[in-house]
């Protein structure tokens, strides 16, 4: 059956029962995974989904079904369902439907020939990243996680306001972890690539990252306890500011979750420096996305200017409660979640200063190029955090020995102030739907904590 078949047949159901207004979302695609371990498969899943999620608004309310089939004997089911959660709902704020904008942006994130690359080249490929690796040191001991995978992705939404939008993604990855041993120590490193055309999948290139990554860790020591300057690589920036994403989604703001409110709006919250963005339509990104999951237009912004606080991220519901627009933000976990805030491209704009900018002039420092325990360290409400860490210590601008056994603390709030310098090496993780991308970041005022 038709998404547009069934849309019809559930609309002229759904005002017939007593629903005043009302919309159909449909999500689904195909996912193709293999992992690899010592020269053979270990993993392989080749899976497709589909979804489809009714809300309306009854008595007033809004309420929500989902059905994994798209066919005429759920809808009545779907109907009583979402009827039935409606009476149980206690928020007083009205969701709103979306009418649609007048325009949106042209976004191309889909590439046919992705999809036609057969399985057995895959599998090929990630069985020859594994050999590599392995081949390029006798210290590597073996190449775990060794993987490649591609996805698509389609969305449907319309509602009777006449909102009718759909958009296609697709995205490929490939990944591997180098572990290596030395005395009788072993340390790993991994690498990663991603993008929408097999062409420029280098597996060469992602095996010899994970090795000599893995490899500058071997010798590393603890340090004692300091407070000094602190770099942070853009993985680990893009790690760390993805943990205290939500401080800046109004509804934590409006439920006391987050710092941050409509208040603070205009103050200034971090570094003269620093500016942090949302854009919906990001070049360097796979991510991009024309709209959101409520079906408005997503939007070019800074939520950080110039160190200033300029817009936090709302979807409909929180910018009716703060008398504002919606930025674009909407978001649903698969075809049957009720809609929360997420960010669409969020990142720090890069300066015009290199990784070796950063860290010349420091006398001594810490490189951070690893941190475990992100979401049990940190609090997101207060800011807090304290994390284990590994690096490198660095003397008069150099890289002199590998850190260990580290742990690195303090609050968010204070780090967005202390930021010293934006480097210019900005790199996304983009999985298609939104993408989080950091460039290194220098900080001042953190404590490290050694063994």
Known sequence: MTFESFKAEIFARAQAKGFTD?????????????????????????????????RGTYNGKMGYAASELMALEVIDQMLDNAAANATIIEDETVEILYPGDASYSEVNAYNPA????????????????????????????????????????????????????????????????????????????????????????????????????????????????????????????????GVFTSIFMAENGQKGFSLLNKDKLGETIAAPHVTLRDDGICTDSLGSMAFDAEG???????????????SLLYNLKSAAKDGVKSTGNAAKQGHGGAITTSTTNFYLQPSDKSFDDLLAGIERGVLITEMAGLHSGANAVSGDFSFSAEGFLIENGKLIQPLEQ?????????????????GNDLR????????????????NGLKISGM
């Open 114 to 241: 992705l999809d036609e690359v057969d399985a057995g080249q895959k599998i090929t490929w990630a069985l020859e990243m594994e050999a590599y690796a392995k081949s390029l040191d006798p210290r590597v001991k073996m190449a775990d996680f060794c993987t490649v995978t591609n996805s698509n992705a389609a969305m449907s939404i319309a509602n009777s306001h006449g909102l009718d939008l759909t958009r296609k993604s697709n995205v490929a990855m490939a990944y591997v972890i180098a572990r290596v041993e030395e005395n009788g120590v072993m340390k790993s490193g991994q690498a990663w690539w991603a993008g929408r055309d097999f062409a420029d999948f280098d597996y060469k290139k992602i095996a010899d990252d994970a090795v000599k990554k893995a490899l500058s860790y071997l010798g590393a020591t603890s340090i004692e306890s300091c407070e000094v300057p602190i770099v942070f690589d853009n993985e680990t920036t893009r790690d760390f500011f």
């Open 296 to 310: 408005v237009a997503t939007q070019q912004k800074a939520i950080i200017e110039n160190g200033v606080l300029t």
């Open 428 to 443: 996304f993780r983009s999985m298609g739907g939104g993408g989080m991308g950091m460039p290194s970041i220098k900080v």
């Open 22 to 54: 009302y919309e159909l979302f449909q999500s689904g695609g195909t996912s193709f995974s293999v992992r690899v371990f010592d020269g053979e498969i270990q993993e392989y899943k080749n899976a497709a989904s589909e979804g489809i999620g009714f």
């Open 406 to 422: 580290i742990t690195v603390a303090g609050n968010f709030y204070e780090l967005l102030k202390n930021i010293d310098a934006v």
